[in-house]
């Protein structure tokens, strides 16, 4: 399974991005797609997860700005994110979860400026 992100860039406070991961395989064959972020000299934290029933979940510094859906035509998970400030500037992956197996796409870089 092949993971792609991409929908990064450059933006002001304020505004906002959708960040896309196209999967070789169908989404919903996943137990879990998950966002995780890493900011230069953090860890790499988990942002938000959708479950193979489509149930959400977020890490609470997204709660309420971040989205996270997919779409099974498109074998593609996606986020929102509205309301971006600077502490959100990290490279963000997406994660597919099956059974026995764990798959990570390369990153994408999103840059908040004030």
């Known amino acids: 399974v092949q993971l792609q992100a991409s929908g990064g860039g450059s933006v002001q406070a304020g505004g906002s991005l959708r960040l896309s991961c196209a999967a070789s395989?169908?989404?919903?064959?996943?137990?879990?797609a998950a966002w995780y972020r890493q900011a230069p000299g953090k860890e790499r934290e988990l942002v938000a997860t959708?479950?193979?029933?489509?149930?959400?979940a977020y890490a609470d510094f997204v709660k309420g700005r971040f989205t996270i859906s997919r779409d099974a035509s498109k074998n593609t998970v996606f986020l929102q994110m509205r309301s971006l400030n600077p502490d959100d500037t990290a490279v963000y992956y997406c994660?597919?979860?099956?059974?026995?197996?764990?798959?990570w796409g390369q990153g994408t870089q999103v840059t908040v400026s004030s």
């Open positions: 959708i479950n193979g029933r489509g149930a959400t």
């Open positions: 994660n597919a979860r099956q059974v026995f197996d764990e798959y």
């Open positions: 395989t169908n989404v919903l064959y996943f137990n879990i």
